[in-house]
């Protein structure tokens, strides 16, 4: 945006793009609940984490300064 900050569509890229590769590669995402917390700006390094915990069913955290700061967080569904 104009203020450098990161839109609601990138938090959902770097979702999706730290998926497991079996795990979403040939389905579709059906929902996504997600969970804003945080401010992301530019210049500003992310870690993206994503775990499976359940069929289909993805547990995403995006955090900032080496984990300190949580972002966003949100489930993914997929079938």
């Known amino acids: 945006d104009m203020n450098n900050h ?3 569509v990138k938090y959902i890229e770097w979702m999706i793009s730290y998926l497991p590769k079996n795990g979403s590669s ?3 995402c059906r929902s996504i609940n997600l969970q ?3 401010e992301c700006g530019f210049g500003d390094e992310i870690t ?3 775990q ?5 069913k993805f547990l ?3 955090t900032k300064n080496s984990g300190d700061t949580l972002l966003a967080e949100g489930i993914s569904e997929w079938k």
């Not at 499976?52 to 289909?56: C, K, S």
Request: proline share 5%; net charge positive; glycine share 10%.
């Open 48 to 50: 993206v984490e994503s």
């Open 6 to 8: 990161a839109n609601n």
């Open 52 to 56: 499976n915990i359940g069929p289909g």
């Open 36 to 38: 804003y917390h945080a």
């Open 26 to 28: 040939a389905k579709k």
């Open 60 to 62: 995403h955290r995006i």
